[in-house]
């Protein structure tokens, strides 16, 4: 007699946090209270209009792509604005992109919705071995859905956190990912958008409502 195997439904903007592009800001416009960003995305490949992608960990929707898909654009809502620092975007800035998971595809790291919570500062960087770690400020409306050990997307990049104190939290990075993806261009005092565990949120959620 066969198992049932329940799989659970997978949508268009569910990612992995497993970085393999990155592409450059080419240009940031201001449209009404939103922005439109041109990004140049050599390699990204199988995009269309119409399709979700995570710029840097906020999943957004490309409203053109060129007939070569090496280059996109994208709008930033004012909500959206509101929690990222899409909007401090210049020309020439790199920025992690990811497509969505489809049916069938191995997870890497972890899922994350390319929903993001917070934006927080880069407090520190040290060098450990071949490695780094990365320190940033722990924003307090995140604390409870932190934990050592647990998941966390950064700029969309599925890490670990290594340690957790009461104002800070630090990751720590592999060669290939600090040279694959933007950190290896961040620098002490950067933004960085975070996005908690969704796990978490929903122990919490149901926690808080439990009577």
């Known amino acids: 007699m066969g198992t049932n195997l329940y799989v659970p439904p997978v949508d268009r903007s569910v990612y992995t946090g497993i970085i393999t592009k990155t592409g450059t800001v080419r240009r940031c416009t201001a449209v009404g209270s939103g922005v439109r960003l041109q990004i140049d995305a050599p390699g990204v490949g199988n995009l269309s209009r ?6 840097s960990g ?3 929707t490309a409203t053109r792509v060129d007939d070569r898909a090496d280059r996109f654009e994208a709008f930033a809502s004012p909500e959206t604005l509101s929690r990222t620092y899409l909007g401090e975007l210049d020309a020439g800035d790199r ?11 191995g997870i890497h790291g972890h899922f994350v919705r390319g929903t993001v919570d917070a934006t927080t500062r880069v407090t520190a960087i040290r060098r450990d071995g071949d490695g780094r770690t990365f320190e940033f400020a722990l924003p307090e409306a995140c604390e409870s859905h932190f934990a050592e050990k647990g998941a ?24 290939a990912t600090y040279e694959i993806t933007t950190l290896s261009g961040t620098s002490v005092g950067d933004p960085v958008h975070i996005e908690t565990d969704p796990l978490a949120k929903y122990v919490e959620r149901h926690m808080a409502t439990a009577g």
């Open 152 to 175: 966390v997307g950064l700029d969309g990049i599925s890490l670990t956190v290594a340690a957790l104190g009461d104002e800070t939290f630090s990751v720590a990075v592999i060669p």
């Open 58 to 60: 906020v999943c957004l």
């Open 50 to 55: 119409g399709d979700s992608v995570a710029v």
């Open 95 to 105: 920025v992690n992109l990811e497509h969505p998971l489809s049916v069938g595809d």
